[in-house]
Structure formats: C-alpha cells, structure tokens
C-alpha cells in the first residue's frame, strides 16, 4: 500500500476541492496511484484572509482519505491529472507537522532546502501510522452529493427476458455521485447528442444540470466491471437520455441518436 502526504493551498490555481477531488501534474501520478492513502497537509498561512478556512497559521496536517480514482485532466496542457477522493476523514484539531520532537516527515538529506515545496509528498506507512495515532480524527465526510444528482431516478432499473435469459439493465452507474462528478468533469455539461446545454437555454437556474448516461449497458458486464468515466460515461440532456434508453431491450449508442437527429433534420429543410 502507498502512502502519500498531499499539500492543498489556501488559494489554489488547481481548483481543488479537498475531500472530493485533488489536482496534480504528472510528476507525481506514481505517488497517488488508486488506493492510495494519503494525509492532507497545508504550509504556514501566507495570506491572513484564509485564516478562517484553516485549522491552524501553522504547517499542519488536517484530513485523511484515500485515493479512488485517478484521471487525466482533458483541459490539461502538461498532462495533469486529477485524483478523486474517497473516505476523506478531517480531523478535529489540527496536528502539527512539528512538535518537540521534530518532523513527522523524514526530510532527506539531499531536500533539507527545498522539501516542503512539493506537493506530493511519499511518506513511509510508519509515518502514516504515527500521523495517525495523535491526530484528533472527526467522522467520516461522504462528499456532499450534487444537488441534480437523482437526475435520472426516472429511469429506474429494469430487467427484461430474451432468450430465456433474464438480463439486466440499471442505470446505477449513471446515479453514482462519484462517477458523475467524474463525468461532468471529463466531458463538460452540454449533451453530447444535440448540443444543447440547460444553463444557456434556461439561465443560471439550470447551471450544471445534465445527465450522465452509461453507455454500456450493465447487462453486457460479466459481473461487476470497473467503470471508466473516459470512456463510458458520456452527458446526455435529458431529451436524448430519454430517447437513448426508450426500448429497453435495446440502448441506442450516441452515434445513432447523432444520426437520427441529423437526417430527421435533413427530411425537415
Ligand atoms: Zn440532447
Ligand atoms: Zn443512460
């Protein structure tokens, strides 16, 4: 198992949502590998305006959680990624990463001048057991789910008979919080299908609502299977994700809706 200390800054150009997802350049995917388990850190406070935000001015250590998933970062320019977190656990008081009896970290010799600068640190499991053992640990936080995120309970888990075989579909994946997140992430919150995007059509009101559909269907896993939200998850506006499932024996791919709306334009004009 791998053992990380992440640092989060008061005022970051990476956009990180600490328990949720945290953002890295390459440099540093060997370090938060999935499964990861890694310890929040932040430096001295700087900027007096973040101190509401901190459990301490001082370089502390300040939440745990473990890696889930890690993906590359489609806006990136240098190939960073993103990390999505689970089981993030703040503590309840801060823990300094020095007492009397020095650092927590291991400092190597050849990084006395410059070690804290980086944002990955890998630890030892010792020292992660340490950290662990004197830190004040609160419960632990499930990201707040969006608030769109039962977009599509409409369409609920069916099962269906062919062939003699009862199969499955369900949209789970589609519902996961995570995942969607992931999604939404990856692939922006205009429908993939017909361009349409609810914030522009209908105003700030509707920003960020989308679906998520799943483009293959459960019932073509033999079992579980790891769900990539590159590849497998694409946003649908509600309209399409409709359309895409309305036979339940059969899930439209995204390319034939594509088709369809376009030569049904064609027939129009
Ligand atoms: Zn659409
Ligand atoms: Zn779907």
């Known amino acids: 198992m791998l053992f990380s200390v992440i640092a989060e800054m008061d005022e970051s150009k990476w956009d990180d949502k600490p328990g949720e997802e945290y953002h890295f350049p390459k440099r540093y995917a060997k370090m938060l590998m999935p499964g990861t388990r890694v310890v929040y850190y932040k430096g001295r406070l700087r900027d007096r305006q973040f101190r509401g935000q901190r459990l301490s001015d001082e370089p502390h250590y300040f939440a745990i959680a473990t890696i889930a998933n890690v993906y590359p970062d489609p806006n990136a320019k240098r190939g960073e990624l993103y990390a999505i977190v689970k089981d993030f656990q703040p503590f309840t008081q801060p823990l300094l990463a020095k007492n009397h009896q020095g650092y927590f970290e291991e400092i190597p010799a050849n990084r006395q001048s410059n070690y804290w600068r980086d944002g990955v640190r890998p630890i030892d499991q ?53 995942l969607r997140r992931a999604a939404v992430k990856l692939h922006g919150v205009t429908c993939s299908a017909c361009g349409f995007n609810f914030k522009d059509f209908y105003g700030d009101y509707a920003e960020g609502f989308i679906h998520i559909h799943h483009i293959q269907p459960v019932s073509e896993f033999g079992g579980e299977k790891e769900v990539n939200p590159v590849t497998d998850l694409v946003p649908l506006c509600a309209n399409c994700h409709s359309i895409i499932h309305r036979r339940k024996d059969r899930t439209l791919s995204v390319d034939e809706l594509k088709v369809m709306i376009a030569s049904n334009k064609d027939v129009k004009t």
């Open 126 to 178: 010792g020292i992660f057991q340490k950290i662990l053992e004197q830190a004040h640990l609160g419960s632990v936080v499930q990201p707040e789910t969006d608030v769109d995120t039962d977009d599509n309970t409409h369409l609920e888990s069916a099962s269906y008979r062919e062939g003699g075989k009862i199969r499955y579909f369900n949209t789970k994946y589609e519902r996961d919080p995570q």
